[in-house]
């Protein structure tokens, strides 16, 4: 079969307990690819954003209305845990073209992530009425005092594991998809809890670089426990001269060194060579600098090992990695980059006597969404992480002169000392600059940030 959603199938999908990376890749697949997804109840929004939001709409459980409008498209039913016990009617209802995909159960997520015992506990969930399962668990002889561990949003940034009795279940709350357990081995439970140990545990913290690049961003955040709020403050579009893009590049034989100043550069510099029908065999004449590890993974990703690579992301370390490289060879210097930048790169290169030749190959514009960043502000983070000065300059203006306010408290944290410079230019107090200037490394620096202010 295969791994694309196929028109006239449905699948049902288990969710699994909230994070999207413990999906099977068949699950993850299927919501890429379906025409349509319909989301149960608390199934966990990390998960249903695998799917555009033009795609997705909510189920409410009625399992005669969705086998009567399914019609001709794929289609995803997706809920929580796993999706056969769930979604039984719905399997019942279908003869043919439909598939199940399971996913892990909330309550082996629950006691897994919680750190709740060695031994498999009697388990219940949320579905299940509490004052049933405590009668059933009185049945086996556990006494009123007996411990009970109540476990909600397993797997989640907003994971809690609240330790109750038997006798006092029946009037716990019980939130959607809480799990609670009995006949627990609470000894040494202190050692066996790891997820909400770690230091970005349930962080809430706002990511602003374009949205072509949050998920990689959020996918970190998350490996540390922490909840990623995606809201891009700026947006890339084309140059406004691309036929400038295409001459470059038709002169690409004449270039003595090219030179990259970020990911995206290399991103907007490729879609033009695509367009001119070319591919890496242009620079083989040219030499290649790139600025900061991640500037030259994405050149080596196509293909492109760089020959000079500054080691931090700042054009005056750049600038002096290619002067020392270069010794006394000067020649002509093609800089594809933003059609809005520093001018200190290629303004020392000229100083030094080469030829440079500035190429927007993309522009930075202003994202829109300024009143869904100001409610989550109010709502509250904990952090708030920029990769770029423009980052910073598109949110400062995005908050206006209620933004010292709203970030009062924040942790501000910058993938490099221009952008550190930039916010505090704003007059925000930067609290982590990452020393190795990528995404992951801004991570790193984050979780060591509050690693550091809970001991």
Request: aromatic share 4%; hydrophobic share 45%; charged share 25%.
């Amino acid at each position: 079969m295969t791994d694309e959603a196929q028109a006239g199938w449905t699948y049902l999908v288990g969710a699994g307990p909230g994070d999207p990376d413990l999906l099977t890749r068949r699950a993850a697949r299927l919501l890429e690819t379906a025409d349509r997804v319909e989301v149960g109840p608390d199934v966990a929004e990390a998960v249903a954003a695998l799917a555009s939001r033009e795609r997705r709409r909510p189920w409410n459980g009625d399992v005669e209305g969705f086998v009567q409008t399914r019609g001709a498209d794929s289609v995803v039913l997706l809920v929580p845990g796993d999706a056969l016990p769930a979604l039984s009617g719905v399997l019942e209802a279908l003869d043919e073209a439909v598939e199940v995909v399971c996913g892990i159960d909330t309550t082996a997520a629950a006691v897994a992530f919680a750190g709740l015992t060695h031994h498999r506990p009697s388990l219940a969930t949320s579905s299940t009425d509490w004052s049933e399962a405590a009668s059933r668990w009185r049945a086996q002889g556990h006494e009123d005092n007996a411990t009970v561990a109540i476990v909600t949003h397993a797997s989640q940034p907003t994971q809690d594991t609240r330790l109750t009795t038997l006798g006092e279940l029946t009037e716990a709350d019980a939130p959607p998809g809480a799990v609670a357990a009995i006949g627990l081995a609470l000894e040494g439970r202190s050692s066996r809890r790891w997820f909400d140990r770690w230091p970005l545990f349930g962080r809430r913290v706002v990511v602003t670089r374009p949205a072509h690049q949050i998920a990689a961003t959020a996918h970190d955040l998350r490996r540390r426990g922490a909840a990623p709020l995606a809201h891009p403050t700026i947006a890339l579009r084309p140059p406004p001269d691309p036929a400038a893009v295409q001459t470059a590049i038709e002169r690409m034989d004449d270039v003595d060194l090219v030179v990259f100043t970020s990911p995206n550069g290399v991103d907007w510099f490729w879609r033009a060579l695509d367009t001119a029908e070319r591919d890496a065999r242009a620079f083989r004449r040219a030499e290649v600098a790139a600025i900061g590890p991640a500037t030259a993974a994405a050149l080596r990703s196509r293909g492109v090992r760089a020959d000079i690579v500054a080691p931090r992301f700042v054009a005056e370390e750049l600038a002096t990695a290619i002067l020392e490289a270069r010794g006394d060879r000067r020649g002509r210097v093609l800089l594809p980059r933003a059609l809005v930048a520093r001018e200190v790169l290629p303004e020392t290169l000229r100083d030094a006597g080469f030829e440079v030749e500035v190429v927007p190959v993309y522009e930075t514009v202003p994202a829109a969404g300024s009143e869904a960043l100001v409610a989550t502000l109010q709502e509250g983070v904990d952090a708030i992480v920029f990769t770029s000065s423009s980052t910073v300059d598109n949110l400062v203006e995005r908050l206006g002169d209620d933004g010292k306010a709203l970030l009062e408290g924040v942790t501000i944290a910058s993938i490099g000392p221009i952008t550190s410079g930039t916010a505090e230019g704003h007059g925000l107090a930067v609290t982590v600059t990452a020393e190795v200037s990528t995404g992951p490394g801004l991570v790193d620096a984050l979780e060591a940030h509050f690693a550091g202010s809970s001991n």
